[in-house]
């Protein structure tokens, strides 16, 4: 293994300093481990976090117009429910704090914790699980659909919305319909090394890819050959349009009650003749270029199917250390998303 790190014990603080160094408006906290962003005064406070090796994704997104704060755990592994709780305490405001949960067992467990700790404190804190990810239902981190590209947007979204003043209680419904109506699927070409284990996390052969793979490596719905990257963005494509509407069970927090309550919610159907935002996100190791090469392939495949590509992006947003692969995320836009995505945002990884 060779990368840019000193040692395997110091990746993520280390990380954390540098970012701090090259934003000073940011502010980091080492032990619990969190960051925050101040100017954020008489509004509802966003925090996010999970484990390091998806950045950007989270604390790249604090700034003004997205995120509060995020916290970050080691590489691959949850925070723990005293980070989220001691960054929950630093950045409300009294107007609530909102956390946005990646739909993976640990961060569920843990951020819950933190939700049920400050509501004994006494402040109002909502909660939003974000299960994006249409490749496969249950895997080795999750019950049900896991939680990846799809955040980012529920992030900058909402993030507009708390900065013009909006409710807790807004945010959070807003936050829940974003997630209802948005897909995402990935591939891998190759695996990410995790420092601390310093080999490839999995093995695929010269003409294999992995087709619907998880943001820690997990495993999708098979391995297939690589042909081309059209035909590639073409069966992922497929995967994304024709997935059907469908509910499941979520856990909301009741603000009055102070407990759990069990609600259904539906994922939503994609429509034609209708404006979406679209992300092709690199998985860390896939050059720009070739991303746009998706993109191409995938606005084909929009217009062919009357998908308005109304917004998009192009970059890494939502990574996997060093994989080498891309992840396609499609959101159904209302003029309200649309128009909060178009306001104004100031972070480390996403600025107009």
Same mark, same amino acid.
Request: charged letters at 25%; a negative charge; one cysteine or more.
């Given at each position: 293994?060779?990368?840019?790190?000193?040692?395997?014990?110091?990746?993520? %603080?280390?990380?954390?300093?540098?970012?701090?160094?090259?934003?000073?408006?940011?502010?980091?906290?080492?032990?619990?481990?969190?960051?925050?962003?101040?100017?954020?005064?008489?509004?509802?406070?966003?925090?996010?976090?999970?484990?390091?090796?998806?950045?950007?994704?989270?604390?790249?997104? /604090?700034?003004?117009?997205?995120?509060?704060?995020?916290?970050?755990?080691?590489?691959?592994?949850?925070?723990?429910?005293?980070?989220?709780?001691?960054?929950?305490?630093?950045?409300?405001?009294?107007?609530?704090?909102?956390?946005?949960?990646?739909?993976?067992?640990?961060?569920?467990?843990?951020?819950?914790?933190?939700?049920?700790?400050?509501?004994?404190?006494?402040?109002?804190?909502?909660?939003?699980?974000?299960?994006?990810?249409?490749?496969?239902?249950?895997?080795?981190?999750?019950?049900?659909?896991? =939680?990846?590209?799809?955040?980012?947007?529920?992030?900058?979204?909402?993030?507009?919305?708390?900065?013009?003043?909006?409710?807790?209680?807004?945010?959070?419904?807003?936050?829940?319909?974003?997630?209802?109506?948005?897909?995402?699927?990935?591939?891998?070409?190759?695996?990410?090394?995790?420092?601390?284990?310093?080999?490839?996390?999995?093995?695929?052969?010269?003409?294999?890819?992995?087709?619907?793979?998880?943001?820690?490596?997990?495993?999708?719905?098979?391995? /297939?050959?690589?042909?081309?990257?059209?035909?590639?963005?073409?069966?992922?494509?497929?995967?994304? %349009?024709?997935?059907?509407?469908?509910?499941?069970?979520?856990?909301?927090?009741?603000?009055?009650?102070?407990?759990?309550?069990?609600?259904?919610?539906?994922?939503?159907?994609?429509?034609?003749?209708?404006?979406?935002?679209?992300?092709?996100?690199?998985?860390?190791?896939?050059?720009?270029?070739?991303?746009? =090469?998706?993109?191409?392939?995938?606005?084909?495949?929009?217009?062919?199917?009357?998908?308005?590509?109304?917004?998009?992006?192009?970059?890494?947003?939502?990574?996997?250390?060093?994989?080498?692969?891309?992840?396609?995320?499609?959101?159904?836009?209302?003029?309200?998303?649309?128009?909060?995505?178009?306001?104004?945002?100031?972070?480390?990884?996403?600025?107009?």
């Amino acid at each position: 293994m060779k990368k840019l790190i000193n040692s395997v014990e110091d990746v993520v %603080k280390e990380q954390m300093e540098g970012l701090a160094a090259s934003r000073p408006q940011l502010k980091a906290n080492y032990e619990p481990r969190y960051m925050w962003h101040e100017e954020t005064p008489g509004q509802v406070a966003l925090v996010s976090g999970g484990g390091a090796g998806h950045e950007p994704l989270h604390a790249g997104f /604090i700034g003004k117009g997205m995120l509060t704060g995020a916290c970050p755990g080691e590489v691959f592994t949850s925070p723990t429910p005293d980070q989220m709780y001691e960054c929950g305490n630093q950045v409300n405001t009294g107007e609530g704090v909102l956390f946005f949960i990646k739909n993976y067992t640990g961060d569920v467990l843990n951020f819950e914790t933190a939700v049920e700790l400050l509501h004994s404190d006494g402040i109002k804190v909502g909660s939003v699980l974000i299960d994006d990810d249409v490749a496969v239902k249950d895997s080795l981190y999750t019950a049900g659909r896991r =939680g990846v590209a799809g955040t980012v947007l529920v992030e900058k979204i909402v993030g507009a919305a708390a900065d013009k003043g909006d409710s807790l209680e807004k945010c959070e419904a807003l936050a829940h319909r974003i997630n209802n109506n948005c897909r995402s699927f990935g591939v891998a070409l190759d695996a990410c090394v995790v420092p601390a284990a310093g080999k490839p996390s999995f093995q695929l052969a010269d003409d294999e890819v992995e087709f619907g793979v998880g943001i820690h490596g997990e495993p999708g719905i098979e391995r /297939i050959k690589f042909t081309s990257a059209d035909e590639l963005v073409d069966k992922m494509f497929l995967e994304l %349009k024709e997935n059907i509407s469908y509910s499941r069970t979520l856990r909301l927090w009741n603000r009055v009650e102070g407990e759990w309550d069990e609600v259904e919610s539906t994922v939503e159907d994609f429509v034609t003749n209708h404006d979406y935002i679209a992300i092709v996100n690199g998985l860390g190791a896939t050059p720009e270029s070739e991303l746009y =090469g998706v993109y191409n392939r995938l606005a084909y495949n929009c217009e062919k199917e009357g998908y308005r590509i109304a917004r998009n992006l192009v970059g890494n947003y939502c990574t996997s250390l060093n994989m080498e692969g891309v992840s396609i995320t499609l959101l159904k836009a209302d003029k309200e998303m649309l128009e909060l995505f178009d306001a104004p945002v100031d972070t480390a990884a996403m600025k107009w």
